[in-house]
């Protein structure tokens, strides 16, 4: 079946540093690939997306490449900030098949300044 | 972006009761609606799909009777946990997407279920 695999939390990062939570997918055939933001008590807010292989989805000094070869569509931020505390989801949709999106377990990001 | 509301934000109930959880689009017509359940610290579990004016598809294992889903218009789908227990006691997401191939997916804001 399709899933999603992140990496384990909980990432505590100080301020201004790199960050790359991992994220890989098992699917037959070819998902919309998304990444999700939910801040503490809330629901969750699309962080970016990316519809195709190759495709490089962006929002926020966030950024995720879509690799089929890989299976993956690994999160980067190149400086964090105390407001990026947050968890993060990463999810595969088939629009073909419902529009289910399927989540990763969530990554805890916790940023300290 | 379009804007789903979920009412309430928080809920405590007696065992035994039973409590409804709104989901509405405020700006779009939401032809299918989702609802989710997230433990702490864990994923969010989809538990059923439901498309207006027809029956909710469940997920394995979700107990349809316990969880009933309305979606009566394109703008509102409840979900009403019946006879509550304490293991019900949860985080409840609903997402709302317009038809159309490609179209995003919008959550509430949740709503904090704790039965006593």
């Known amino acids: 079946g399709n899933s999603v695999t992140q990496m384990e939390g909980p990432v505590t990062l100080s301020e201004e540093a790199f960050l790359t939570i991992n994220c890989t997918y098992t699917?037959?055939?070819?998902?919309?690939l998304f990444w999700y933001v939910q801040y503490p008590g809330e629901g969750l807010q699309l962080l970016l997306k990316?519809?195709?292989?190759?495709d490089k989805g962006s929002n926020k000094g966030f950024e995720a490449t879509y690799r089929k070869e890989t299976t993956s569509f690994h999160l980067e931020k190149g400086s964090v900030q105390v407001s990026d505390s947050a968890v993060y989801f990463c999810a595969l949709l088939f629009y073909n098949q419902g529009g289910k999106l399927i989540f990763g377990q969530g990554t805890e990001l916790s940023v300290k300044p | 972006g379009a804007v789903v509301s979920q009412h309430p934000s928080r809920v405590i109930c007696k065992s035994g009761t039973s409590v409804k959880i709104e989901c509405r689009s405020l700006d779009f017509q939401a032809t299918t609606m989702f609802w989710y359940r997230q433990f702490p610290k864990k994923s969010l579990m989809l538990m059923a799909t439901?498309?207006?004016?027809?029956?909710?598809?469940?997920e394995q294992g979700v107990e349809k009777d316990k969880f009933l889903i309305n979606h009566a218009s394109l703008t509102l789908s409840t979900l009403t946990v019946t006879s509550a227990h304490p293991e019900d006691s949860s985080f409840y997401i609903c997402?709302?997407?317009?038809?159309?191939?490609?179209?995003?997916?919008?959550f509430g804001q949740g709503t904090r279920l704790t039965v006593v």
């Open positions: 997402s709302a997407r317009e038809r159309g191939y490609g179209s995003e997916a919008f």
């Open positions: 990316a519809t195709k292989a190759d």
């Open positions: 439901s498309n207006e004016g027809s029956k909710a598809t469940y």
């Open positions: 699917a037959t055939g070819y998902p919309s």
